[in-house]
């Protein structure tokens, strides 16, 4: 996110390399979708920010190869929908229990990026798509 805000604030991608290398070696990815509605604080500049900075994001992970999971819904489903992207890395190897607890902890060597975990729509990775998505699944529940 610091490079992306780099190259969004101050147009210096030299952050890039070292991000990317950075989260090339983590067995997972997850992206927030921009379901939830935006929250004021003093740190960022405002609602008008939140999809240039997804997309921004998005291209970075794309450009580098790194794969990715985005979760959706508020409070437990979106834990539930993070947790079930984590198992699933778990379930293949991609991630092993530290010691016995309940810590998951990446496994260098059973996971590489771009290993068949890119959230997908049939066209691409819009976040429109997400929005039309999620108001699907929305009005099947109702």
Excluded: N
């Excluded at 805000?5 to 070696?25: G, H, I, N, V």
């Excluded at 010691?99 to 429109?128: I, L």
């Amino acid at each position: 996110m610091t490079a992306v805000y780099s190259e969004l604030l101050f147009a210096d991608t030299t952050l890039y390399p070292d991000a990317l290398a950075a989260q090339q070696r983590c067995a997972i990815t997850l992206l927030t979708a921009l379901d939830l509605p935006w929250v004021a604080d003093e740190m960022r500049d405002g609602p008008h920010v939140r999809e240039p900075v997804d997309a921004m994001v998005r291209r970075a992970l794309a450009s580098a190869g790194v794969a990715y999971t985005v979760v959706h819904g508020s409070g437990s489903e979106r834990l539930a929908g993070a947790w079930r992207a984590i198992q699933s890395v778990a379930d293949r190897g991609g991630l092993a229990r530290d010691g016995g607890r309940d810590a998951v902890v990446p496994d260098r060597g059973a996971a590489t990026a771009g290993e068949g975990w890119t959230w997908s729509c049939d066209k691409c990775s819009d976040p429109e798509c997400e929005h039309r998505l999620f108001t699907d699944l929305l009005a099947r529940r109702e």
